[in-house]
């Protein structure tokens, strides 16, 4: 396996493999890798001569000092992982100075007001630090693709935008959420659940399917409030929000209109650990 951990040695390694043609696939990530890691990679492998995959927990993403310094950091175990898919792909675990070269300081961008919504709206200056270290990773491995999982679905649409409005040669893959057996949304988060907090938070899928059904004769407001309700039912959980917004603006939705799709989106603490998932809901 080739593992980098310096921009500069996987760039003359890029240029050494990579022919005109050839198409560079790409998988960011912040290590703790599960399925749905994997299955980004086996997107790219199907469709790129070269897959790169970063390794990097990204400290200007996190507003949260202890949420950091908690992130599981698994680089054996990740390596391990992706050897099972191909010896092939490259691996850039880098160090914080290789990215951030003594100024972690995150660049400041417009993604058109998706940024204020949900996540950006509780995790201030996380898609700063999003766009700041994906835009400096593209820089570095310059991909023809980029793949990003669909649990992030909010990530998904202001790289789109950054890749857009920065007229970015790169083109970027949605995949869709890959849950554990009992429906909780894959994470590298769920490393921190205890078994029992892992088991209850099967709830929360559970809560997302129940407002499919329910979005189809009830208003946004009704299936919001259906929601917080269940919750209160569940003193393990603490909901941070719950809301339905257009797919493609991310505004709520306050009346719904026949040609936007939707999607439920949910942050919830249980554990003290911070799990967000989504469903689409048309
Ligand atoms: O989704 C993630 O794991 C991270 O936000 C990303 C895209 C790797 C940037 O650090």
Known sequence: MFVFTKKSDLKAHLDQIKTAKAKI??????GALHQGHLSLMKESLKNNAITVVSIFVNPT?????ED??????????????????????????????????????SASFDYDGLEFQMEGAHRPGHFDGVGTVVKKLFEIVQPTNAYF??????QLQIIKKMVQKHKMPVSIHGCPIHREPNGLAMSSRNERLSAEAREKAAIIYKILKNTKSKFEKHSAQEVVAYVENEFKKHADFQLEYFEIADEATLLPCKRKSKTKHYRGFIAVFINNVRLIDNISLN
């Open 68 to 105: 950091l310094e908690k992130y599981p950091r698994t680089l054996d175990n990740d390596v391990a992982k992706i050897e099972t898919l191909s010896k092939e792909i490259l691996i850039y675990a880098p160090s914080v100075d290789d990215i951030y070269e003594g100024n972690t300081n």
């Open 149 to 154: 999982g669909e649990k992030d679905f909010q």
């Open 61 to 65: 993403q996190f507003n949260n000092a």
């Open 25 to 30: 696939g790409f998988v960011p990530t912040m």
